[in-house]
């Protein structure tokens, strides 16, 4: 029969079926609606923290920011894991610096601790960093099988001095950044090196888990007496190196330019 015939035997058939059409693709609409907002739902302050926490974990290597500026920047080996859980739900991560030939013998070791920003501070995320208590104790910690860690009790115990704190907020659209931020205006108080009297820190965290990290000591003058002038390091996730990138002149530098640069570049631990 034809679709006249339909029509005649049902003739509120053409009108129903345009209503449950229109119903169908209301109905899609909302669903589809409602799933978006769940995609896009704002993340919470424990999120952000956990991003943040996640980006600064691993292993990164200024290799690259090395080759492109030897004058400045040493080739760094950045190691960083999660070390214990506060009871708010704190991160703590210990993280070690060291040169790239000699991941053994790290130069600065620090606890960092990854947390929401305060309610009422205008920020995302605060990573603060500690001193360690029993610090030789702690050397290559991320390297070591986990059943020869201290355990995170231990770890908790020897949290040590506060250091510096810096609040992060969320990059504008455009940049490279995902997070970025640094101490409060006047830095915190250090007196490590140099005739310092304060010291300023600054990070972002980039794409692909890059991290940006400018550390600097001050003078009661303003006259910044350690840390990098040219700019703050860049750390980046590397493949694994051939055998043959361990004899690269950017990891032999002469000895006396090594010591001096050194002492000019980074606070070491005693």
Not at 168 to 175: A, F, Q
Not at 208 to 219: A, K, L, P, S
Not at 243 to 256: A, E, K, R, T, V
């Amino acid at each position: 029969m034809g679709p006249d015939s339909d029509s005649a035997s049902n003739p509120n058939g053409g009108w129903g079926g345009r209503a449950q059409g229109l119903f169908v693709k209301a109905a899609v609409l909302i669903g589809g609606a409602v799933l978006l907002k769940r995609l896009t739902k704002s993340k919470t302050r424990w999120d952000h923290a956990r991003i943040v926490a996640d980006s600064l974990s691993g292993e990164k290597f200024s290799k690259e920011q090395a080759s492109r500026d030897p004058d400045n920047f040493f080739n760094i080996r950045l190691l960083t894991c999660p070390a214990a859980e506060m009871v708010d739900g704190s991160k703590l991560l210990y993280l070690e610096q060291a040169f790239w030939r000699t991941p053994q013998k790290p130069f600065r070791q620090r606890f960092y601790m990854v947390k929401p920003c305060p309610k009422e501070l205008k920020c995302d995320v605060e990573v603060s960093s500690y001193a360690i208590r029993e610090v030789e104790e702690y050397k290559n910690f991320c390297d070591r099988p986990r059943d020869q860690r201290p355990l995170p009790e231990e770890v908790i115990g020897d949290i040590g001095e506060h250091l510096t704190t810096i609040h992060l907020r969320r990059c504008d659209r455009g940049k490279r950044c995902l997070y970025e931020g640094s101490t409060p205006p006047g830095g915190f108080p250090n007196s490590w090196q140099n005739g310092a009297t304060y010291s300023t820190s600054e990070l972002a965290v980039l794409k692909n888990n890059e991290i940006h990290t400018w550390d600097r000591g001050f003078d009661d003058d303003g006259n910044q007496v350690w840390g990098v002038k040219a700019g703050p390091y860049e750390f980046k996730p590397a493949p694994s190196s051939s055998y043959s990138d361990m004899f690269s002149p950017l990891n032999f530098p002469p000895q006396q330019l090594l010591e001096k640069r050194i002492e000019g570049s980074f606070v070491l631990q005693e």
